[in-house]
């Protein structure tokens, strides 16, 4: 009975020994020792045009000392996503940049004494020529926009109309006025027979100049005959207001043969500078002042 109790307890402290060995925590091992350094990474030595693709800068240096500058990554185009740091064996720091990188430059490239090679990101049996853009197509329109529409085109439409309607009623509206004026005008305004009297009035109160005389009294008869009988009148010649027969039958018998004396006297000093005595040009003031009498209404 001794026996078997001795065994067992020899027995529970070797499993109590194994199991205490077994809990005891490991230490980890110490990362092997890198080589000092700065090296570029890249996942693969192809890369496509334009694609981009993950660089990897990593510098290896002693615990305390500065780390070196980037190398240069030209020609690609490179943008930094993350910076870690670690250590390695022998108290070393290690520095992992990782970039995101493109290449624009086909063939093989050469960045920082690693060699890429770029290849075109178009098919192998693409000419390169640029793709035209297709027929567009027709934007399809919603019921409302297409009554939107028609309600603008109608609304511009009646727009429209209303304003040639009223710009038509002001043009009417002014004519009309412009009616009214002249004919207010007119029947303010004293007869034509009534004003060439005060013009030969105002004319009698002149000195006497023969010359100017039979100017002014040629022009006071043409004007009292275009407004009178004949709109023509003063840009007429005298022979031609003579023979005019219309003219004749207007003014009569008597002042007709007024008119055939008094004109060819007027022409004969306004042209011919013909002397004429006082006592003659003031005669024919009263044979155009006859004229105008007999003539009027």
């Avoid at 027995?11 to 080589?35: F, K, N, Q, Y």
């Avoid at 000092?36 to 981009?52: K, P, R, W």
């Avoid at 990782?98 to 000419?127: E, K, M």
């Amino acid at each position: 009975m001794r026996r078997r109790t001795t065994r067992a307890s020899v027995a529970a402290l070797i499993g109590g020994s194994l199991l205490a060995t077994c809990r005891r925590p490991v230490s980890p091992a110490a990362s092997p020792a890198r080589e000092y350094g700065t090296t570029l990474a890249v996942a693969s030595g192809d890369v496509e045009f334009g694609v981009a693709f993950p660089l990897t800068v990593t510098h290896v240096v002693r615990s305390g000392a500065p780390t070196p500058a980037d190398p240069s990554l030209a020609p690609l185009v490179t943008r930094l996503e993350a910076t870690t740091t670690g250590s390695g064996g022998d108290a070393q720091v290690v520095l992992e940049r990782r970039f995101r990188a493109w290449a624009f430059t086909l063939g093989d490239v050469d960045v920082s004494g690693t060699r890429l090679h770029v290849r075109s990101s178009l098919p192998a049996d693409d000419d390169g020529r640029p793709e035209l853009p297709e027929e567009l197509l027709a934007v399809p329109r919603s019921r409302r926009a297409a009554w939107i529409a028609a309600l603008v085109a109608l609304g511009a439409a009646l727009g429209a109309t209303a304003l040639a309607l009223w710009m038509r009623r002001r043009k009417r509206r002014k004519r009309r006025k412009r009616r009214n004026d002249e004919t207010s005008a007119a029947a303010e305004r004293p007869p034509a027979g009534a004003r060439a009297l005060a013009r030969l009035q105002r004319l009698r109160a002149k000195p006497l100049d023969v010359a100017a005389l039979h100017d002014e009294a040629s022009a006071l008869l043409r004007d009292y005959v275009e407004e009178r009988f004949e709109p023509r009148a003063p840009s007429r010649t005298s022979e031609e207001l003579i023979g005019d027969e219309a003219l004749a039958r207007a003014l009569g018998a008597a002042p007709r043969a007024r008119l055939v004396a008094v004109l060819p006297a007027l022409d004969r000093v306004r042209f011919g500078r013909s002397a004429v005595a006082p006592a003659a040009a003031l005669r024919l003031l009263d044979e155009l002042e006859a004229f105008v009498g007999e003539t009027s209404p």
